[in-house]
């Protein structure tokens, strides 16, 4: 067989779909995962208006189509996503993708070579990580705190490195729950026009929220065209649909098009067009209404069981929404402790190591993820990792 | 706004979306596009298919799921497309993508590097070349005559350039209508294991003969795992689905799957399924019976007008099945006659030139579409086509 490319040296594949080979055999409680719960689809609704779109028009949505996508889909997110937070967008400037994680790659692919500068999160989405490591560039890691990343330290590692591009996911981060707080949204969008870089805003969750006040996305503050906001139908209705958004620069989606004419041509048109009905019919916030109490319910259960069994000295974050919580454990090396956790104590989560860009990660961090676990499992199954971290704990000291 | 990847360089849209802008307003007849008939779709059977899906397994299908794709429709592409084909792959060979689009993407990024020379029929689908492009290759054209490549050509050129790969579609090719024969067949599955070269086997039209005896596909031949055949429900079934599969050596596929974790994700598991459920109840037989002979009408009206209209001194290929036929005409440049083909003649094709990697491409022929537009239109639309050639090569005298 002939080499595989150099520029894919040390790529691997997905952290996660690697360490759940880990997983042993019988009854292991899941928080390893991103996964919205099933029951959280709208299904019997995708199923009817599934049925009215192939009947009004099957042959349009079954045809090839623009790779700008669906019109009736950019309207409606423009509607229902995009001016209830601030965020004016012209068709144009409006581009749907198979996926956010799409989106992710076309930007890279439309501004990086080889050797460009990256800034991220530390920790951020693995996914993200594996991408942007794709494309090439040269990553770097901005420092946070519980509010999110440091607007100077941002500042400085833009002067510093002039990166081309800033990933961040700014509300109910993956892997951390953390927020970005509105001073510092508006400050990264002041930034990335005073230093010439485009922000990549990935907003996922942003619907997802359970408590406290709805914060505008950075892309609502940017008054120069240097945000493109990613949004996505994955956790609010069905990430099988691969359906997401991308909002930003004219000129930068117009490239994104002319990439994703080379991969798959088009989203899937009928796919487009069950999340535009969704929006269109307005049937988004009684789906929120529905799912949100009871993803607030299992994200109360986690804390409770955390506050309950995990060691004194662990530190996890307060999250208002989404689906993930991070814990700090000061001695613990999540990873090497993942096979007992399985085997031993039938839990599974992601080791935090998974989750930086920098070669020296911090091993003692785990994300834990509460969407995919039914409610009742909750409880015991963190009590048996507490009492695991206790005992690991014990014999390391 | 920070700069493009230089690597983009010189890439642009879409040679055919861009021509399309051409069009004139008012009633012109197309050739131009590649679309399948949208009454070829089957419709109904698809409705009902969704609607069983959704009920017995949606919360699976709305779900994330494994980028190695839904295991139902590896097998029934195995049952029902390979095995009687003489292919006989186990699933880890079978790798569902987002359309072959996807596949061909997927292929170049995980074997080339900038600089790596890439080879392709001469002429070949634009769409490959747009994608191949992207990639960084080096393209090197092999030349053929009626009855696809000359293996002694495509040896000479392997022997001197030492690709990677060597990209072909062997039936009823895009844009030429041409087959390549059995015997060129066997010989390029040897030279791809000669000269360590992955032969990418892009075969959507197979299923798609009028007349003649099916041809045996590279794949068959392939002793060594050197031949990646990629297939697609675009032209039986419905493009907007997305669904393609390639088959292929399983170290490759592993590699594009975990280039795919970083695209797409997955491939749609309802658009998926739909296609795995139409192959499993054996509905496709009928499907091709219902569209051949629609089809061959078409064919035989676009050939019988070319005879009766065109210039002499035009060649025209006897596809014996796929959407294209393609033409040549001696003296006549036919991207300079575009303009005047829509706007007085009412009448648009694709100018051949850009189906051609080498920079002097030959400006005389053109390639037309027959799957796009009504029967009825065919003869009146090639007459005044057809008028207009000779009007043209009589100005040029």
Redesign the interface.
């Known amino acids: 067989?002939?080499?595989?490319?150099?520029?894919?040296e040390g790529?691997?594949?997905?952290a996660i779909?690697d360490l759940f080979k880990l997983l042993c055999a019988g009854d292991v409680t899941s928080f390893g995962?991103g996964?919205?719960s099933?029951?959280s689809?709208p299904?019997s609704q995708?199923?009817n208006i599934?049925?009215e779109l192939?009947?009004e028009k099957?042959?349009?949505?079954?045809?090839?189509?623009a790779?700008e996508g669906y019109a009736p889909l950019r309207a409606a997110v423009s509607e229902h996503m995009l001016k209830p937070r601030g965020v004016f967008a012209p068709d144009s400037c409006i581009l749907p993708t198979?996926?956010s994680?799409?989106a992710?790659?076309l930007i890279c692919?439309?501004?990086?070579?080889p050797g460009?500068a990256v800034l991220v999160e530390s920790p951020t989405f693995l996914?993200a990580l594996?991408?942007i490591r794709?494309s090439g560039a040269k990553l770097v890691s901005v420092p946070g705190d519980a509010e999110g990343v440091l607007p100077d330290e941002l500042e400085r590692l833009m002067a510093l490195h002039r990166p081309?591009?800033f990933y961040c996911i700014p509300t109910f981060q993956n892997p951390s729950g953390r927020t970005l707080g509105l001073a510092r949204r508006k400050r990264i969008a002041e930034l990335a026009q005073a230093y010439?870089?485009?922000v990549v805003e990935d907003d996922p969750y942003y619907a997802l929220r359970y408590r406290g006040e709805e914060v505008a996305p950075i892309k609502s503050f940017d008054a120069d065209?240097?945000v493109m906001l990613l949004n996505s139908f994955?956790k609010t209705m069905?990430?099988?649909?691969?359906v997401g958004v991308a909002v930003g620069?004219a000129?930068?989606l117009?490239?994104m098009?002319?990439?994703k004419?080379?991969?798959?041509?088009?989203?899937?048109?009928?796919?487009q067009a069950v999340a535009a009905e969704f929006l269109a019919r307005g049937l988004m916030p009684a789906q929120l209404a529905r799912i949100r109490p009871e993803y607030a319910r299992r994200l109360d259960a986690m804390l409770d069981a955390i506050d309950a069994h995990f060691p004194a000295a662990c530190v996890r974050t307060k999250p208002e929404g989404g689906l993930f919580v991070w814990i700090e454990c000061p001695g613990l090396d999540t990873l090497a402790l993942l096979p007992r956790a399985t085997c031993e104590a039938k839990v599974a989560y992601i080791p935090g190591v998974h989750f930086y860009a920098e070669a020296d990660a911090p091993r003692h961090t785990l994300r834990l993820n509460f969407s995919g676990c039914p409610i009742e499992d909750i409880p015991a199954g963190l009590e048996r990792l507490g009492n695991l971290m206790k005992d690991e704990l014990a014999r390391g000291s």
Chains 1, 2 share one sequence.
């Open positions: 067989m002939p080499q595989f490319a150099k520029s894919l790529i691997t594949g997905s779909r995962g996964n919205p099933a029951s689809f299904v995708i199923k599934l049925d192939i009947e099957g042959p349009e949505l079954l045809q090839y189509a790779t198979t996926g994680s799409q992710i790659d692919r439309a501004y990086i070579d460009d996914g594996q991408t794709i081309k591009l010439d870089v485009l065209d240097h994955s069905s990430p099988g649909m691969r620069p000129d930068a117009r490239k098009v002319i990439l004419q080379g991969c798959d041509a088009i989203t899937p048109p009928l796919m």
